[in-house]
């Protein structure tokens, strides 16, 4: 089956940096997608990447490993702000997306 | 960016009474409209994908004739739950993708979302 792991909670300190995982089993693959939800509100679309590698945007990055199945997102310089659920999709042989259940961010004065 | 809105963005309804949801891409023009429903605390679940000109694709579980989807143009789609009922509010979302860009990787299959419309059936 299809699956999208990535960790229901995270707590972080203003000002630090955030690393927020997520592992994907798909058919087939063709990219991954993080999203920015605030409680009440539509995701927001943060990055995508569909090559190996690291992609860097500003105090967020995203990195691929396709041979390992893995993405992370990279928050650098927390912000208040930044309170809100990460989303990571997948995209399928079919180009359908496959959600995961998000992260939640917490952050911390 | 590209942008999508919804309208209404909230709406309180009698059980038993129909509610329409209208999703438009302002700047772009959008094969592919997707309906998601969204619970509290938990993700996006994807309820149809919404082809112009075409009938829409439901996924499983999802009753075609209580959500009834209309994709009359490439910038308006439209969600109609019928006889509504209190198990149906729930907060809807809609996004779009842009059609035929050749830009930067991502930019075809890239979902943008409208602001999402909370449903309240009483």
């Known amino acids: 089956g299809q699956n999208i792991d990535q960790p229901t909670e995270m707590t972080a300190t203003e000002g630090a940096i955030v690393q927020i995982n997520c592992t994907y089993q798909t058919s087939g693959f063709n990219g991954l997608f993080w999203y920015q939800q605030h409680a009440g509100e539509a995701p927001t679309f943060l990055s995508y990447n569909v090559l190996d590698g690291l992609e860097e945007k500003g105090r967020f990055s995203s990195f691929l490993s396709r041979s390992k199945g893995y993405s992370y997102l990279l928050l650098k310089e927390l912000q208040m702000k930044d309170s809100a659920s990460y989303l990571c999709a997948a995209l399928d042989s079919n180009y359908q997306l496959i959600w995961g259940a998000g992260t939640k961010l917490i952050i911390k004065p | 960016g590209a942008v999508v809105s919804q309208h209404p963005s909230r709406v309180i309804c009698k059980s038993g009474t129909s509610v329409k949801i209208e999703c438009r891409s302002l700047d772009f023009q959008a094969t592919t409209m997707f309906w998601y429903r969204q619970f509290p605390k938990k993700s996006l679940m994807l309820m149809a994908t919404s082809n112009e000109g075409s009938k829409a694709t439901y996924e499983q579980g999802v009753e075609k004739d209580k959500f009834l989807i209309n994709h009359a143009s490439l910038t308006l789609s439209t969600l109609t739950v019928t006889s509504a009922h209190p198990e149906d509010s729930s907060f809807y979302i809609c996004?779009?993708?842009?059609?035929?860009?050749?830009?930067?990787?991502?930019?075809?299959?890239?979902?943008?979302f409208g602001p999402g419309t909370r449903l309240l059936v009483l």
């Open positions: 996004s779009a993708s842009e059609m035929g860009l050749a830009g930067a990787a991502g930019d075809l299959e890239t979902q943008y």
